[in-house]
């Protein structure tokens, strides 16, 4: 493999960043953070602080920060739209790889799943996820019903947003290459560890459907332990280990 870029959408969750950049540091050649101070939704926060403290961690590592202004209200055209500038980053700076990723994505074993998606011989490849809940000690019992797109190659055609994919993944990550291995290794997805779980589900791109759910009356809930049935992902949680030595 050549040159391979991870490149960040950055803005809720920051808090997650540095243990997402450890847990692919060892296998990845470029971060590319393209990061926004005012939500899709129009809420102010500005990342940019935290995200330097998370790249003095890594002095080895080179980083592209990258601005981005909402240009609509609203998270799917956004998000498409910031995973193409970081996908033209990317271009510029010669990488013949690249995933996406979000702040809340850890990978237990990469440089394993980067391994298998050299010897799959496929230009695409996509992982299963485990999602976590509340804790990074708590965790669903099954896998999720979608995948999350893993290590793709770079051409200068390569944008996400496709109408077509050949796996049920997030439409903002849809690129066009059809030709897809299925790997083994999961993504561990911290979706609902936050400091404020609040501010995550008021610019949610998911906040309509959050808002008519029971989530955040799951969340809060004081018998949300092992064992406890999350209706709105018609999951059981199970206590997990703390993987990646979480703190928030």
């Avoid at 496709?162 to 993944?169: C, N, S």
């Avoid at 906040?207 to 029971?214: L, T």
Wanted: proline content about 6%; charged content about 25%; overall charge negative.
């Amino acid at each position: 493999m050549g040159k391979l870029a991870a490149i960040y959408n950055a803005w809720d969750g920051i808090e997650l960043l540095q243990y997402s950049i450890r847990s692919v540091a060892s296998g990845v050649d470029l971060f590319i953070i393209v990061y926004q101070i005012e939500s899709n939704f129009g809420e102010l926060y500005n990342p940019l602080p935290e995200i330097h403290e998370t790249i003095s961690l890594f002095p080895d590592k080179k980083f592209i920060l990258h601005y981005y202004t909402p240009q609509v209200s609203g998270g799917a055209t956004n998000e498409v739209n910031k995973r193409n500038k970081g996908l033209d980053i990317a271009k510029e700076q010669g990488a013949t790889h690249f995933l996406h990723m979000d702040c809340d994505e850890c990978y237990e074993n990469f440089e394993k799943a980067k391994q298998e998606y050299i010897d799959s011989d496929r230009p695409g490849s996509i992982c299963p996820i485990l999602t976590y809940f509340k804790k990074p000690t708590l965790r669903f019992a099954d896998f999720d019903n979608y995948y999350v797109p893993f290590i793709h190659e770079l051409h200068p055609d390569t944008e996400a947003g496709h109408a077509h994919y050949p796996f049920y993944v997030d439409p903002t990550r849809r690129v066009n290459c059809q030709d897809v291995a299925l790997l083994t290794e999961p993504m561990h997805h911290f979706s609902y560890i936050r400091r404020d779980i609040n501010r995550k589900c008021r610019n949610s791109s998911a906040r309509a459907n959050i808002e008519k759910s029971q989530l955040l009356a799951d969340y809060n809930n004081p018998e949300c332990v092992p064992g406890f049935y999350v209706k709105d992902f018609g999951q059981k949680l199970i206590e997990a280990e703390n993987l990646f030595n979480i703190e928030i």
